[in-house]
T-cell receptor, first 116, second 118 residues
């Protein structure tokens, strides 16, 4: 089954603190890509960070980093020094290959609120 | 580049009417995806195209939904007849999928079309 699960529908964090969003996925593939997308109230989908499954090193992008555990099929997002502008829906996604082409499947999202 | 362009941004229609949503992908991208977003079901992949060819339409909910990609720069998603349960935000996204293996399928999304069916 091609599924991505985000078990936290909502989370909140105080400004300047650190928060971790969870994601697990189910795949039988060896090579794939994992993503976190952010959707602020404007509803624009914005790429936050990307991880290639064959790379051991966890991806980082400024205040955003991931904890990628391939054996556990886990891909959590850590946001450090949270800012008010980080308030958004966050979607985890994984690529799945079918018929030689790729598609991206999303989790249901986590609504993050950063409080002042 | 202007990004992925979707129209209309908002559409309000009555049940039974035909709805056509449009998408212009980023020039040079060879994959195009249509997603539907609702509170209950999140982001659902409806259909995707690779080099203008539909690859997987298993996410299309019913025969009332159809999608076409007549050329590399244009796609439509049509609902006929529309029903209130079709109310959602419909996203189009495009990417450049590399050949020969898993591509870093970084999707660029359009701003979405919010559909309300009364």
């Amino acid at each position: 089954a091609q599924t991505v699960t985000q078990s936290q529908p909502e989370m909140s964090v105080q400004e300047a603190e650190t928060v971790t969003l969870s994601c697990t996925y189910d795949t039988s593939e060896n090579n794939y890509y994992l993503f976190w997308y952010k959707q602020p109230p404007s509803r624009q989908m914005i790429l936050v960070i990307r991880q290639e499954a064959y790379k051991q090193q966890n991806a980082t992008e400024n205040r955003f980093s991931v904890n990628f555990q391939k054996a556990a099929k886990s891909f959590s997002l850590k946001i450090s020094d949270s800012q008010l502008g980080d308030t958004a829906m966050y979607f985890c996604a994984s690529t799945f290959t079918q018929g030689g082409s790729e598609k991206l499947v999303f989790g249901k999202g986590t609504k993050l609120t950063v409080n002042p | 580049d202007a990004g992925v362009i979707q129209s209309p941004r908002h559409e309000v229609t009555e049940m039974g009417q035909e709805v056509t949503l449009r998408c212009k992908p980023i020039s040079g991208h060879n994959s195009l995806f249509w997603y539907r977003q609702t509170m209950m079901r999140g982001l659902e992949l409806l259909i995707y195209f690779n080099n203008n060819v539909p690859i997987d339409d298993s996410g299309m909910p019913e025969d009332r939904f159809s999608a076409k990609m007549p050329n590399a720069s244009f796609s439509t998603l049509k609902i006929q007849p529309s029903e209130p349960r079709d109310s959602a935000v419909y996203f189009c996204a495009s990417s450049l999928a590399r050949q020969g293996g898993p591509g870093a399928n970084v999707l660029t999304f359009g701003a979405g079309s919010r559909l309300t069916v009364l």
